[in-house]
């Protein structure tokens, strides 16, 4: 059988960063392993700029942001598989993949990375009653049709959700000639960036429709229109709200899912919130020497900061594999608590005896706020307490811990990262951002 | 004095920006993370650009399309007529990111570059 020391399921962004990351920290034997036709994931449909801007100091497209990684990983001599499917990890890190070429094969690993992505969430999770006419597509196979392949699926196009993919495909598809009639969103909020309402939907006049979902779809083989109706506070569509758009195409983009079936089959301990692993500081899962990261951890908008926790990630494996890692027993792990308006926290534990000086933790809020504070706990002491002037569940957010902060602390067990309306305690503050 | 809110499009951070024009003239910019958005609103209250991106035929490649985009950003009015113009373009194989598929797009002095390799089929 094969042996690597470190192999990585998964050549997106967040594959090919914890490559580079794990070579530049003496792993000889890596090897990515991974399912398309080429390397970069995602970004090689994502033609639109906005990519990098905080890494390159530059304006890149998904293909260029990509270009960099991979020109890197051939610079390392890193090892890559392409149109090759990981079908199965057993908790030995023994890896079971297939291809043209090899067939069904193993490769033994001494550490495991997962970077798998996410999929779209699927049209049967919508509760729209009627036909399955044609010209009903998630917003991201519209996007791979359009930007891959040039084809483009509809002219009279209605958009139902409102995440980035989606709002991005309502001005493609714009520019290509379709006429984009409106964007039904369920919610009150966006799910998408606040820049691609603008830039997506503002610049075109296209409307945006909050708290309106599809009620019926007209059409037997094709998609001839579209009812939309208003919600009230609970989803439920009000009478006398209703309103048809004709249209052959209709969009879904009602968001992303983290692609974790190997993951579970493994017994990797799930975030029932992220749908993506629990992980520690080192981006290590409940199997030692399996790490995860990107958006198979949890859903990201910005490329950049999956990079960074993937080289994160593919450092501690690299020292987990060199055996540098901290023994078991030494430290204490805190648990890090979500609570008041915080919907979760990645990582969900941290140990100060393996933690790097500084540690980025992400989050994201539940509900819109604005004028509010990020406030961290360490138990009872309020010890960060941030103004932000907007947060919103499309947006990740993030604190930063101090690992000397921490172990002032000898007896800490948990921190608690919430939303706060207003000054209501004057303990000790301090602002570690 | 006059106020614009607008919201930074340069990257997806999407800060909100608050625009001070007095006379015509910008004032002050403020909200921005980084020195991006400063330029940004500056732009946006006078002379609103875009980048556009796109995708244009390929003949023999190992892709059918391939993706390019305005090496600078373009007044807004012209992203229509720069899409436009992509249309009829095609280009041989093999492509490198960077080459100029069309120089000055629309009559904009921008132009359009590759943005992905795509090799002979
Ligand atoms: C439409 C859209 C627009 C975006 N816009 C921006 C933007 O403007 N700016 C920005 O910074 N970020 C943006 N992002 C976010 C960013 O692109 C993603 O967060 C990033 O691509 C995630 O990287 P990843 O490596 O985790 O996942 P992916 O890119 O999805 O890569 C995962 C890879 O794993 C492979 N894989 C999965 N399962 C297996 C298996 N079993 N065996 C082998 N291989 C497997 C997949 O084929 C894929 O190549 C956008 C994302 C989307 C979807
Ligand atoms: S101001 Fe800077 S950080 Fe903020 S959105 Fe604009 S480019 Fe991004």
Known sequence: MNKYDIVIIGGGPAGLAAAISAKKNGIDRVLILERDKELGGILNQCIHNGFGLHTFQEELTGPEYAER????????????????????????KKVTAMNREDGL????????????????????????????????YSAGTAQRLVNMEGYMPGREVVILGSGDIGLIMARRMTLE??????????????????????????????????????????????????????????????????????????????????????????????????????????????IKGVFACGNVLHVHDLVD???????????????????????????REISLIPAEGVRYTVPSTVNAARMDEKLTVRFRVGNVYKNCYVSVYFGEERVIHRKRQVMAPGEMEEVNLSRAQILQYPNLENITVKVEEDETNGSKESDLH | MEVKNLTCINCPMGCPLTVEIEAGQVVRVSGNTCKRGDVYARKEVTNPTRIVTST????????????????????????????????????????????????????TGVDVTATKNVERQ
């Open chain 2, 56 to 107: 244009v035929r390929v003949m023999h490649g190992k892709l059918d399309v391939v993706s390019v985009k305005t090496k600078e950003d373009i007044p807004k009015e012209k992203i229509f007529a720069c899409v436009r113009a992509l249309k009829s373009v095609q280009v041989e194989a093999p492509i490198h990111m960077g080459d100029v598929i069309v120089k000055n797009i629309a009559d």
């Open chain 1, 177 to 286: 000639g379709a006429k984009v009639k409106v964007a039904a969103e369920l919610m009150p909020y966006s799910g998408g960036l606040k820049r691609n309402i603008v830039q997506c939907l503002d610049d075109y006049g296209i409307p945006l429709k909050l708290s309106h979902t599809v009620i019926d779809i007209k059409g037997k083989e094709r998609v001839e229109g579209v009812t939309l109706a208003e919600v009230d506070g609970k989803g439920k569509p009000i009478p006398g709200t209703e309103e048809f758009y004709s249209c052959d195409t209709l969009l879904l983009s009602v968001g992303l899912i983290p692609e974790n079936e190997i993951s579970g089959n493994m017994g990797v301990e799930m975030n029932p919130v992220t749908s993506g692993p629990k992980v520690n500081e080192s981006f290590e899962t409940n």
């Open chain 1, 105 to 136: 094969f193993d490769v033994q690993a001494k550490a495991v990375i997962l970077a798998m992505g996410c999929r779209e969430r699927a049209r049967g999770a919508l509760n729209i009653p009627g036909f399955r006419p044609a010209g009903i």
């Open chain 1, 305 to 331: 900061f999956v990079s960074q926790e993937a080289a994160a990630a593919g450092k501690n494996a690299a020292a987990y594999v060199k055996k540098e890692h901290t023994e078991d027993g030494a430290g």
């Open chain 1, 69 to 92: 990684f991979i020109s890197q990983v051939k610079e390392l001599d890193i090892d890559y598989k392409l149109n090759t499917m990981v079908m199965e990890i057993d908790r030995e």
